[in-house]
Each structure stands twice: as structure tokens, then as C-alpha cells.
């Protein structure tokens, strides 16, 4: 165990709502073509907004939730798949925009797409557990609709606009909060089913063979589900085991909404019970790194997920990477 703990949690969300009805109309797809095939009736989507912007309002809610400001943050991690631009990294970005000093704070990003917050939860947690740094804030910021393919839109109508945080410092003394077990894993024969191939040096933007299908997002959303529903039963055995818990031990799991499907495999297969498992998918659509703390900041903030409750944070990401996190919240 690790004796940290996430002391806040913030989130921001465009205005902007966009419906499931409306990108039927969009897309040519028949009315409740995109609920029944995701699960999704609405979702926001960005229109003036910038992901470092997002970000920065997302982490003083965080601060603000946990009593700090953010000339106490000296580690600052940016977790989503894509950076606002290619240099700096975009957590560089969230320390100007939200007036942290300069020099005070430490910054880099971290991409494990979808599970990019929680790859950043793990790192930021040994970290202020080892005593590097005293308070971290993990933020993740996803602004996705330039780069969904209308050509799939299985895919295209699935994706929202969202960014979520949390502050993590060590855990005063007497109190329960911890981080129990993490656990990942990457199955690279998945690599190819999740990809935008455009946008690095392989695809440059500068190259005139670069064409814009390459920059746009593409799934093999059937060959993933069920790879991962393979995979990730035997993954879930194994963390179960290192972290010596039982499932009905566990008081909420907060997965990444990848789809309804997706969420709906937890209680189906894997032996949840319906009532653990945190979902706000219908509303809000897969928002990829920032999925999950989105769920578990709207969780906490309406008071279903409450201190010293064994929470799960499970999900999976392109690569196919598997990953889980566990906490006494």
C-alpha cells in the first residue's frame, strides 16, 4: 500500500450539449441507431475551448476541493492522448494557465490513451509517496471531435469533450486513504485495432503523403471488445489477488466508459453487482483519458463514493493495454 491519497477532485465540461438524435440527422443513421449501438444520448463537445484551458479549470476545482492553491502544487501531469501541440508538453500549458509559479512545479505528460489518468495516478503516487514531490495534480483534458471519423460511426457518434483532476499528497497520519494495488498490462497484437496513424514521424503533418484519413480516428470496435472481454478476466484475477480483495468487498467500481457494452460486461461476466458500478456514459459518452475521473468526480461530488470505501478504477486502452487501480478512498 501507498500512503497517499487523492485530497481533491474537479472537473469542467464544454456547454455545449450535442445529441444522439442530432448526429443521427448528421450522419444519416436511423433515430436510436446511436443508443442502441453505444448507449450514449448525449455528450458535450468543445467549441471555444482550449485543452489546457479546460485542464486548468478542471485542477482549481481540484485545488479548490482540497483546500489548496496552486502555488502548493509542485508536480503538475497533463494525462491524455493527445497534447494541446507538440512541444511543450501541455502540462507546461496548465501551469501558466492556472497561474501556478514559475519554476515551483515540475511538468510533464503522460499518454496511455484511454488509461492515460490512470498510468499518471500511478506514476504521481509513488512519487509523493516516496517523498519526491508533496502535492501532484493529475489532470486530464480531452478535446476529440476533429479527429472522429464520420466514415465509422459507430465510433464518431461515441466520443464526448471533457476534462477532470485530482490533487495527490500524501496521507495524514491516522487516516484510511490509500492506493492498494496497481496493476497494467499491453497486448501489443491489439495495436493496429485503435489507432490515428497520422500526426507523428512516421505520418508528419509536413509530409505531402500524409493524407487526412490518416488523422483521423479508427477502431475495430468488435475485435477489441472481444479481445479485451478475453483478457481481461484472467487480469482482473490477478489484481483481486495482490490486492487481497473480493469482489463484494469492493464498494464502487469506476470504469473507463468505453461503451455500453463495455461498462455493461462488469456485472454480466466479471461477477460486479449492478449497483457497484459508477456509469454516467448516457450523458456524457466516452471521454477517453478524462473518462474515468470524470465518473469518479461526479460520483464523489453527489456523494455516492465517499471517504474510506474501496473503490476500483479499472479500464482498457489502445495498445490494448489493461489497467486497474485500487483505493481506500
Not at 455545449?16 to 443521427?24: G, H, K, P, Q
Not at 514531490?133 to 459507430?154: D, T
Not at 477489441?224 to 473480493?246: C, D, N, T, V
Not at 453487482?273 to 468526480?297: F, H, M, W
Request: proline fraction near 5%; aromatic fraction near 6%; include cysteine.
Amino acid at each position: 500500500m501507498l500512503a497517499v491519497k487523492i485530497a481533491g477532485l474537479g472537473a469542467y465540461l464544454p456547454e455545449r450539449i450535442v445529441t444522439s438524435a442530432e448526429l443521427e440527422a448528421e450522419l444519416g443513421l436511423a433515430p436510436g441507431w446511436v443508443a442502441r449501438a453505444t448507449g450514449v444520448l448525449e455528450r458535450r463537445r468543445a467549441t471555444h475551448e482550449t485543452a489546457a484551458g479546460m485542464a486548468a479549470i478542471a485542477g482549481r476545482r481540484a485545488l479548490a476541493s482540497a483546500g489548496m492553491d496552486p502555488g502548493e502544487l509542485d508536480l503538475i501531469i497533463a494525462a491524455s492522448s493527445a497534447p494541446q501541440q507538440a512541444i511543450p508538453c501541455t502540462a507546461a500549458l496548465v501551469q501558466r494557465e492556472l497561474g501556478a509559479p514559475d519554476g515551483m512545479s515540475a511538468c510533464f505528460d503522460v499518454n496511455a490513451t484511454c488509461l492515460s489518468f490512470l498510468a499518471a495516478l500511478q506514476s504521481a503516487a509513488h512519487l509523493v509517496a516516496a517523498g519526491s514531490y508533496r502535492a501532484a495534480l493529475v489532470v486530464s483534458s480531452e478535446i476529440v471531435g476533429r479527429s472522429l471519423n464520420p466514415q465509422e460511426p459507430e465510433s464518431a457518434v461515441l466520443f464526448g469533450d471533457a476534462a477532470a483532476a485530482a490533487v495527490v499528497v500524501r496521507t495524514p497520519e491516522g487516516e484510511p486513504s490509500r492506493v492498494v494495488w496497481e496493476q497494467f498490462a499491453t497486448f501489443s497484437s491489439g495495436a493496429d485495432l485503435t489507432t490515428i496513424r497520422g500526426g507523428g514521424t512516421l505520418h508528419h503533418p509536413n509530409d505531402p503523403a500524409t493524407t487526412p484519413e490518416l488523422n483521423m480516428f479508427q477502431m475495430s470496435g468488435t475485435a477489441i471488445y472481444k479481445q479485451a472481454a478475453r483478457r481481461a478476466g484472467p487480469f482482473l484475477e490477478r489484481f483481486l489477488a495482490r490486492a487481497s480483495w473480493e469482489r463484494e468487498q469492493i464498494d464502487w467500481v469506476v470504469p473507463h466508459q468505453a461503451s455500453g457494452h463495455a461498462v455493461a460486461i462488469l456485472n454480466e461476466r466479471f461477477g460486479f453487482r449492478a449497483e457497484q458500478v459508477v456509469s454516467n456514459l448516457a450523458v456524457r459518452g466516452n471521454c477517453v483519458a478524462a473518462s474515468i475521473p470524470l465518473a469518479l468526480t461526479e460520483a464523489v461530488t453527489v456523494g455516492r463514493i465517499t471517504r474510506g470505501q474501496r473503490v476500483l478504477l479499472i479500464g482498457t486502452g489502445a495498445g490494448l493495454t489493461i489497467g486497474a487501480v485500487g483505493l481506500i478512498f
